[in-house]
């Protein structure tokens, strides 16, 4: 990870990104911001690749609804398996633009690369069973995996495994970095610029690093 980087809670990530709102900035347009940096880092790091995504229902899930239409657009074989509908609005517009049906998590196949979008930033709990079961069957029979923000079941603010988790390739860190990337099953941590790095500092008021 760049030194050069704030590291934020999820509560300081939340209010760095409230910043942004608050200047008049939708929902929809962070996520279309963090799911291009994601496409994009993907693209940089794997060859053309049949992909699968598995989106949560929350914001991360939205993300992951961007990176597919995206990967798609340029010209990628993607799947989205969603483990339920959305349920934040610009999840929901995110969904509603990748125009493909999702597929249901318990019944995809897999694919040669897994793209993790199922919980970002926040998560303090294990995964459950009917999630955290297909989620490793299908990362255990891909070639590659790559996570949005932070791998599924590694706590945000503590870098603690909750439960099983799949050893990363990628993880796209979206904004800032969190302690969670610490842990060494993210694997390659690079992040995805949206624009919160100058709020960053000046939340933990900062300079930054020469």
């Known amino acids: ?17 409230q910043v942004i709102f608050d200047a008049g ?22 060859p053309p690749t049949e992909s699968l995504i598995l989106c949560g229902p929350g914001n991360n899930g939205g993300d992951g609804y961007v990176v597919a239409r995206l990967l798609h657009e340029a010209g990628w ?14 999840a929901r517009i995110a969904c509603h633009r990748w125009k493909a049906p999702a597929e249901t998590l318990s019944e995809t196949h897999p694919a040669p690369l897994l793209i993790d979008a199922l919980f970002g930033t926040g ?7 009917a999630i955290a ?5 299908l990362a255990a029979l891909a070639s590659r995996c790559a996570a949005i923000d932070i791998p599924s079941g590694i706590g945000t603010d503590d870098g603690a495994t909750y439960c099983e988790v799949p050893q990363f ?7 800032v970095f969190k302690p969670a990337h610490t842990n060494p099953l993210c694997g390659k941590v690079v992040l995805g610029d949206i624009g919160l790095v100058e709020i960053a500092r000046q939340i933990l008021k900062v300079e930054p690093k020469q």
Do not use: C, W
């Open 1 to 17: 990870m760049r030194t050069d980087i704030p590291v934020l809670t999820a509560a300081q990530t939340r209010a760095a990104e």
């Open 25 to 46: 900035v939708p929902v929809i347009n962070l996520m279309e911001k963090a799911g291009a940096a994601v496409a994009q880092a993907i693209r940089d790091h794997y």
């Open 77 to 90: 074989l993607v799947r989205v398996a969603a483990s339920g509908a959305p349920k934040t609005e610009a």
């Open 123 to 129: 998560l303090t709990r294990a995964l459950d069973s």
């Open 133 to 137: 079961e297909p989620f490793n069957r």
């Open 169 to 175: 390739d990628l993880t796209v860190a979206l904004g």
